[in-house]
């Protein structure tokens, strides 16, 4: 329920989730590879969870969104340690995903049927194309070519991936994936094709009030490439 993301100089932010009492936090840590220590840094303006970060190519981290449907954004900077309000997205969204994009913008997609762009010269978000279908509980991976390359999902369309182009700022389907799932992860490989891996499905048998439902937990992964779209 945290977010986690890693800074130039080697170091991993993480920040947010929730403790064992179970409290919100909105506290922050740095990790260090070389000494294998953690260290305390300083908090975001309030609580999150199931909120998403990315590292801006100026080194900073960019937090937005959580439970539940927070559109507050707020940037760390690494070197003071500390976070500062910016815009809000034009919606609020939890269980989604950031995306840096080449030309240093930040795209939020994958809680519902719209999508933001976070302009890190202004600080300010603007609504962006809406994605042919709602990307709740997908995952989100930069392409070689700069566009982005959503996968998986909640609902019906669990299977179905989507491409969103930074300079048309529209989406189009691409090929399927081989199995439907949600809350899986989708990573760029060096060779430009996107693994997408894990991830799970919820659905009947369900009561008459959506009750009940059967989720099934997947340790499968498929590779999505790029040139077949398939």
Request: charged letters at 15%; one cysteine or more; hydrophobic letters at 40%.
């Amino acid at each position: 329920m945290h977010a986690a993301a890693p800074l130039h100089d080697g170091r991993v932010l993480i920040a947010g989730g929730v403790d064992d009492s179970p409290n919100d936090l909105e506290s922050a840590e740095l990790y260090d590879p070389a000494t294998g220590a953690w260290a305390l840094t300083g908090g975001m303006s309030l609580a999150r969870i199931e909120h998403a970060m990315v590292t801006l190519q100026d080194g900073t981290v960019l937090v937005a969104g959580g439970v539940y449907d927070v559109s507050e954004s707020e940037v760390y900077n690494p070197a003071t340690g500390r976070w500062k309000t910016v815009g809000s997205m034009t919606d609020g969204r939890d269980n989604f995903d950031l995306t840096l994009l080449n030309d240093g913008r930040v795209l939020a997609a994958g809680a519902g049927g719209t999508a933001d762009l976070y302009n890190p010269s202004s600080r300010t978000w603007i609504a962006t194309g809406a994605p042919v279908h709602p990307l709740i509980l997908s995952a989100s991976a930069l392409e070689q070519d700069g566009t982005v390359l959503a996968a998986g999902g909640d609902s019906y369309v669990a299977a179905d991936t989507e491409v969103f182009d930074p300079t048309s700022q529209t989406w189009r389907l691409t090929g399927s994936l081989l199995q439907g799932r949600d809350r899986n992860t989708a990573t760029l490989l060096q060779d430009g094709r996107v693994l997408v891996a894990g991830g799970e499905i919820t659905g009947p048998p369900c009561d008459n009030e959506g009750g009940g439902c059967t989720t099934t937990v997947f340790p499968s992964a498929e590779l999505f490439t790029p040139a077949a779209g398939s």
